[in-house]
Structures are given as C-alpha cells and as structure tokens.
C-alpha cells in the first residue's frame, strides 16, 4: 500500500475507534471523513483539502433530495401510526386469538406479529421496543418463562429488518444501485422462513419442557371473534401494500403514501368502534417521532457521503479490493469471512450504519471476484450474474446483520428488551435467545448453499 492508502486505513481504524467510544454514528463518520481527508491533503498536497470542502453542500442536498429515499420518511410514518392507532396490539390479540389453543401459542402469535409490524416499521429496534411493549405484559400475564418470552421478543424483532417494506432494504438496493422492488421480492421467501424457524423452536421448547409456557388459552367465541375482526383492517392495509410491492402493482414511493393515508383513514373511523382511534395528539407524536428519525437517517447518510469521499480520495477501496480479488482464497471463503465480520459489527452497530460503512468495501470486491459488472453466468465466481449477485449478497448481508443483533454478549435488540424487563437478568434473555440464534445460524447457511431462496420470487415476477 502507498502513503494514501495508508491514511485511508487509518482513517477506517479510527472510524471504529470512535463507534467503540459510543459516539453516534453520524457524529463519528463525519469527524473521520473530515480529520481523514485533512490529514490526506498533508500527505498527498495534490489532494487539497478545500475542494473536499466544497462538495459538502451538494452532498447535503443530494443526500435528502433523492427521489428513491422519499420512501423512507413515509415508511416511518407508516410505522409510527400503525402503533399510535393500535394496529400493532390489534394484531397481536387477533393472532393470540388464533394460536391461543396451542401451547405457547401465545409466544407464536408475538413472533407473528413482529412479523406484521415490523413489514411496516422496517426497524429492528422499533419492533423489538413496540412488540415488547404490547406483548410482554401479556406473556407474563399468562405465567411464560421470562427466558421463553423475552428471547421470543428479541428474536422476533429482528424481522423488522427483512419483511419487506424495509428501510435497510431501501438503503441497501441504493448503495448498489440496485432495485428496490426486487429486494423487497427476494426478502419475502427468507422472511417467511424466519417466521417458520421461530414458531417451529417456540413449539419444540415448549414440548421438551411443558412448563415454560401455560395450558392452551381459552378464550369465548364472542372474545375470539371480536379479537378475529379486529385482525381485519391489519391484514387488509399490510397485505395489499407488501402484495402490490411483489407484484409490481406500483413503486414503493406510492405504496408507503398510499399505506400512511389508508392508516390515517382507519385511525380517524376507529374512534365510531374502537377505544384506540387517531387523536390530534398522537398525530403529532407521530410526526415528530417521524421527523426525528428521518432526520437521524439522512444525517447518516450526509455523514457517509462525506466520509466516502475521503475513501475515494485515498484509493482504499480499490487497493482492498484489488489485493482481495488477486489473492488465492476461494470465492465462497471470503464472502463467508465478509459474513462473519458482519455479525461482528452487528453487535455494535446499528443496520443502516453498517450497510453505508461496510457495504461501499465489500461491494466492489465480490463484483471483481464474479467478473466484472456485467460478467455471464457461466463464466461468474458464484455462478450467477452480477444482478443475481447483488440481490443474494443483499439479502445475506442483512440476515447475518439481524444476527448480530441478539449475538452475546452486546446484541441491541437484547438491550431494548431488557429496558422493558428490568428484573429480568441478562443472562436469563441470553439464554432465552440462544435457540433462536442456532437456527439463524443455520437460515444463513440455507441462504448461502441454496441461493434460489432469494433468487427465485423476483426471477419469476418478473419473468
């Protein structure tokens, strides 16, 4: 490596310095970005350091002013106001409703709804924190083993990164310049089988050992069937969003407005049948809650412009990836190192961090193992086109990103289930976890070994 690459690599190891010190993430990739590029300028005086400077007010614009990003604020949106007008409890009690009788059908019914709510939210974190705050009282009502409930909740929240709409999809087919209609599409089979996983490890735990959950709940026909109708309105508003997604009905901007006035709409009849409707107090909380989270979003992404420019000025990405793709490693080998890093980083960072710090490296380096950008099948590392690439990597990056989210010893979605069972130990929501996280293991081995899984539903929609 010359001098430039040299400062580009320190400029990396102090960006993670600084995320090690917990400061924010935005904060910590502009300070690199900047004091990096300075100290390039130092190095390299034909990199000069005020030009840098100068393209800060286009990337600022350009950050905010992209047209495939207006989707993201509307998602949120859509997520707060699912939550404020009762959408996510209503579908939490109409799947307890149905998966009542079972037991441990009740922890089934959160993982479902986690499901539900997070193909609205796209968070992980924002999940995780709604369904612990509709669903854990409930379980432990019910006399759950706090490891069953808590790990159920943990796990469960970490859907809201793959059902799609997701904001981390969006960002992600972004980055890559890839399409956001075809992530949603190859998420879908992998969500659901995430779903299946942890439904079928809530079934065997509660069969090996009866007593981590309760008998069948038995509820009467009019408490069911009112539960069932409440059920109604959820799956009309989410299916046909996330149908019309698949289908190719419409673009996901259209999709996130059409899905924020149809919830709006529901939020405001309720009040004539429901005691949870949209009042103009929650309206507001849910606008500031969106303003500020969007906001924190494209913060990042101005931060991560800034600092990509700094990387692009040192001439590191094109080294790492040079001296990657030269090297002797099997292909395979070094993407499942990338995946490995990943679930590192998942542990300390938050998803979207990752995706526009680590993405921008890894990317170009599995384009030059497969050939170049528009390399045929036949002659691809992976044996599929750059296309097929980039959606199979995409789907991979994000399932090994949720696995670091309850990964032991620091995953963050363990942290926010513990705020909301503060006398519930550590070690007892850790435990609880683990047999999620086995399986994860091995839904990323299924992805890794058997690519159809993602590959298959945008190959047929769109064939």
């Not at 698949?246 to 006035?261: D, H, I, K, R, W």
């Not at 939020?267 to 969007?294: C, E, M, Y």
């Not at 839904?443 to 539903?457: E, T």
Request: aromatic share 12%; hydrophobic share 60%; net charge neutral.
């Amino acid at each position: 490596m010359g001098e430039r690459e040299l400062v580009g690599l320190a400029g990396l190891i102090f960006l993670f310095i600084l995320i090690g010190l917990r400061i924010p993430v935005a904060l910590s990739m502009l300070v690199a970005g900047i004091v990096g590029s300075f100290a390039l300028s130092v190095a390299a005086p034909f990199l000069k350091f005020g030009p840098y400077l100068l393209q800060f007010k286009s990337s600022l614009w350009s950050s905010v002013a992209n047209y495939d990003l207006s989707v993201v604020p509307l998602f949120i949106f859509m997520g707060f106001l699912a939550a404020e007008v009762g959408l996510s409890r209503d579908l939490f009690a109409g799947l307890s409703a149905l998966f009542g009788r079972i037991r441990g059908g009740v922890a089934m019914a959160a993982v479902g709804a986690c499901a539900g709510f997070g193909a609205v939210s796209g968070s992980s974190i924002a999940t995780a924190s709604t369904m612990s705050r509709v669903s854990l009282p409930e379980l432990r009502k019910l006399k759950y083993d706090d490891g069953l409930a808590t790990g159920t909740l943990a796990a469960g929240g970490t859907l809201g990164i793959l059902i799609p709409p997701s904001v981390a999809l969006v960002i992600y087919a972004i980055v890559v310049e890839g399409s956001i209609i075809e992530m949603f599409q190859a998420a879908v089979l992998p969500g659901l089988l995430a779903v299946l996983f942890f439904i079928f490890v809530i079934w065997l735990r509660v069969h090996l050992n009866p007593d981590l959950a309760p008998k069948a709940t038995i509820l009467s026909d009019a408490e069911r069937k009112k539960a069932l109708w409440r059920l109604l309105p959820v799956l009309l508003i989410f299916g046909a969003i996330i149908m019309g997604l698949g289908l190719g009905l419409f673009t996901p901007t259209p999709a996130a407005a059409m899905g924020v006035l149809v919830i709006l709409l529901y939020g405001f009849i309720a009040r004539f049948f429901s005691q949870t409707h949209l009042t103009a107090q929650k309206l507001r909380n849910s606008v500031l809650s969106t303003a500020k989270t969007a906001g924190m979003i494209y913060l990042i992404l101005f931060a991560a412009d800034v600092l990509k420019g700094f990387f692009a000025r040192s001439g590191l990405p094109v080294a790492l990836t040079e001296l990657v793709a030269n090297s002797s490693f099997d292909p395979y080998l070094i993407l499942v190192l990338m995946l490995i890093l990943l679930i590192i980083l998942g542990c300390f960072m938050e998803s979207l961090s990752m995706i526009l710090v680590v993405v921008p490296f890894f990317w170009p380096t599995l384009i030059e193992l497969n050939g170049g950008d528009y390399v045929a099948a036949a002659d691809a590392a992976f044996g599929m086109t750059s296309e097929q690439l980039k959606i199979w990597f995409g789907i991979l990056a994000l399932v090994v990103v949720e696995l670091g989210l309850i990964t032991p010893p620091v995953g963050l979605n363990v942290f926010v289930i513990k705020s909301f069972a503060p006398d519930t130990s550590m070690s007892t929501i850790f435990g609880g976890v683990m047999p999620f996280f086995a399986v994860e293991v091995f839904r990323v081995a299924s992805i890794l070994l058997f690519p159809a899984l993602c590959l298959f539903l945008p190959a047929y929609l769109s064939g």
